[in-house]
């Protein structure tokens, strides 16, 4: 795989490359699967990263292309135009969260019609948001810790989860009414096609969609007390449950706010807490309530587990088809494997997107 290491900012040809190449082809879901129950988990920050001395480049100039027919209008974020996408800011992934948008923005052929709804405890990281992107159409909206605090179960993992990855059980209530719709994105992620196309998946009768994964052996992401329980072990009868990843959504608000799914996810924090049913942090309750009942998207919208086990040299492939967002969960990460030095082939599609102005 040496000839990978070859690709620098021409990413669109190599990734072509790598599409046409069966070898790198070889990325089992089953692996993708392991490693993304990892990206979950708190790791400390490296001391350097204190937010005063974080620093970001203006993002380029974007204006909407030629063909794009969305005329703006004055309705702000009730505009009926908009694609809503929706991203946790936090300081520990904050150079990932910004390099996401960057990506999205870019690769948009509306990019004035893309609405940003970030999601914050540490409400200093408006003003950084803003000069970073001054033109971008954006809210902050501030997510209490302590909404979900009390819910998260004491085990040591768990306990060491940031309350921000509970956010996005809380975009129903959090989002303003007249949002009906909304693309929910993890930070460690890059959007290389238009976002208005995975806006416009078809989802019927069902309130989440995603990309699913129905190979995955379902009974090891729950616990032996769980499937000994008849009050539980029912829970997935009638379904067909597959695994997804909840990284990449597109939710109906609307629906989830009418079913009350906030509600449902929590309860089911609260029996966690009490009996412990599953061993992972926020993932298990979304299975519990959505497996089985998800509208499926094409994999190209999560090509996930990018980040691997931060085993140095576990570097990942793409797994086979089309690729439109790069996602690397798993607990490696690009930004940190490039500052390194010793990044993996694929982290330099990551790389352009990145507006993290070193200090040195
Ligand atoms: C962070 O910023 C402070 C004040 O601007 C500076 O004194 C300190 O050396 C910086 N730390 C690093 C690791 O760059
Ligand atoms: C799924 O995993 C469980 C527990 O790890 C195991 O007992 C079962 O045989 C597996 N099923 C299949 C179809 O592999
Ligand atoms: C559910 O748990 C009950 C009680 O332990 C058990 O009798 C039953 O077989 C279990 N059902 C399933 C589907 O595992």
Not at 37 to 42: P, T
Not at 227 to 239: I, L, P
Not at 277 to 300: D, K, M, N, T
Request: proline share 6%; glycine share 6%.
């Amino acid at each position: 795989m040496l000839w990978i290491t070859e690709f620098s900012c021409f990413f669109s040809a190599a990734l072509a490359m790598i599409l046409l190449s069966p070898s790198l082809q070889s990325f089992s879901p089953a692996a993708a699967i392991r490693s993304s129950h990892l990206d979950a988990y708190f790791r400390p920050l490296p001391s350097d990263h204190s937010l005063r001395n974080f620093s970001f480049r203006e993002s380029p100039i974007f204006r909407n292309a030629d063909g794009c027919r969305f005329s703006g209008g004055d309705s702000g974020v009730c505009n009926p135009s908009l694609v809503h996408v929706a991203i946790t800011l936090d300081v520990e992934y904050l150079r990932g969260s910004i390099a996401a948008v960057n990506s999205i923005i870019q690769h948009s052929v509306c990019p004035e019609s893309v609405f940003f709804h970030f999601l914050v405890s540490d409400t200093n990281l408006e003003t950084l948001i803003r000069s970073t992107f001054p033109k971008l159409n954006l809210k902050i909206y501030y997510f209490a810790p302590e909404t979900v605090q009390p819910l998260i179960s004491s085990s040591v993992r768990q306990a060491l989860e940031q309350p921000l990855n509970y956010a996005r059980n809380y975009l129903a209530d959090l989002l303003e009414p007249c949002v009906d719709r909304v693309i929910y994105l993890d930070s460690d992620l890059a959007v290389i096609d238009d976002i208005a196309k995975l806006w416009k998946t078809v989802l019927g009768p069902r309130t989440i969609g995603a990309p699913e994964y129905c190979h995955a052996n379902f009974t090891r992401y729950f616990t032996g007390a769980f499937w000994s329980d008849k009050r539980y072990n029912g829970t997935f009868e009638g379904r067909n449950p597959c695994y997804f990843n909840t990284g990449v959504m597109v939710i109906d608000l609307r629906k989830w706010r009418r079913f009350g799914y906030t509600k449902t996810i929590e309860k089911w924090m609260e029996i966690q807490k009490m009996e412990r049913i599953y061993e992972l942090g926020s993932l298990p309750p979304y299975l519990l309530v959505f497996a089985g009942h998800v509208a499926p998207i094409s994999h190209r919208w999560n090509q996930h587990g990018l980040g691997g086990d931060n085993v140095r040299g576990s570097c990942r492939d793409l797994h086979a088809g089309p690729v439109s967002l790069l996602h690397w969960s798993g607990s490696g990460k690009p930004w940190l494997r490039l500052d390194s030095k010793l990044p993996c082939p694929l982290d330099t599609l990551w790389q352009p997107y990145d507006l993290y102005k070193h200090s040195h």
